[in-house]
């Protein structure tokens, strides 16, 4: 079985577009699966999401049935769903999942973001049919997908998934706004990086947040961001194949995230053949 993954929004906290990041983009997160099977499954709905849309229901008019996992409610990772054209039209099915927020459901954050004091179209008019649905750690079937949800280290109630193709299809760790160092935080129990690698092993590829430099990290203790540095370690730790840094930093424009991204191929090449990308908009990697 073929998996297609395509990243249609790579940055993190804000769009930031521009000639600057034109090369790796600047639409915040949203990556799409497809596996040539039933419907397609979508990573978060962020900014990008609505140049998905925009593609989706021109080049693929009769794909009417859609899932999206959210890793969490950050305005980054939700903002684009008021602008996902399918959203608004008949006949398709669209089920969202992802965690509770603390202390609210997750259809109530969703609602709230397109409540008229703040947007103009509120979901109950969409025009699509619309479900969501709350999710706990554990294994879920999503369509032709076996999804492993497990918490991250990550303010609020984050969640990364292990996407798998069927049951012995080529599988992929989604793993925005995780800070990989700095002990045990944000409510997790002692342990959770060896289950955090034990839950990521042998993945195809591992989709890891990278926003800060070491530099930065050492400013911006329990903002919930890793480096690419820790990415790459825990990328090895797993037995990941092929690691792509994501949710690039909205002040890294094209020249610093080369430089990050040389780094992190340096890294990896001390220790093992372990393929090294950073995430651009638009880029496809077939499995």
């Known amino acids: 079985m073929t998996v297609q993954v395509t990243f249609w929004g790579v940055r993190g906290s804000i769009a930031a577009p521009g000639k600057k990041t034109a090369r790796y983009g600047g639409n915040t997160p949203c990556v799409v699966l497809t596996n040539g099977s039933d419907g397609v499954l979508v990573l978060d709905a962020g900014t990008g999401i609505r140049l998905f849309g925009e593609w989706l229901t021109a080049h693929q008019p009769a794909t009417r049935r859609i899932d999206v996992l959210l890793s969490h409610v950050h305005w980054d990772h939700i903002q684009g769903l008021p602008f996902f054209k399918p959203l608004y039209q008949e006949g398709y099915r669209i089920g969202i999942r ?163 991204v040389d780094q992190a191929r340096r890294l990896a090449a001390k220790q093992g053949s372990l393929s090294v990308d950073g995430a651009r908009e638009g880029q496809t990697i077939s499995l």
């Open 98 to 260: 992802g965690p509770a927020p603390e202390g609210r459901s997750l259809e109530e954050v969703l609602r709230q973001q397109m409540d008229p004091v703040v947007f103009p179209v509120p979901l109950a008019r969409a025009g699509a049919e619309v479900t969501v649905d709350e999710l706990e750690p554990g294994r879920v079937t999503v369509s032709s997908w076996i999804v492993d949800t497990i918490r991250l280290q990550h303010p609020g109630v984050t969640f990364g998934y292990r996407v798998q193709a069927g049951s012995d299809g080529p599988s992929i760790g989604y793993l925005t706004d995780n800070e990989l160092g700095g002990g045990d935080r944000h409510g997790l129990a002692a342990g959770w990086y060896h289950d955090l690698a034990r839950k990521m092993a042998g993945v195809d590829v591992l989709i890891h947040d990278a926003m800060y430099t070491d530099a930065m990290q050492r400013d911006r203790n329990g903002w919930g961001h890793s480096t690419p540095r820790e990415a790459v370690d825990l990328a090895l730790a797993c037995g990941a194949k092929h690691l792509v840094l994501f949710h690039h930093d909205p002040a890294h424009d094209d020249p610093a995230l080369d430089r990050i």
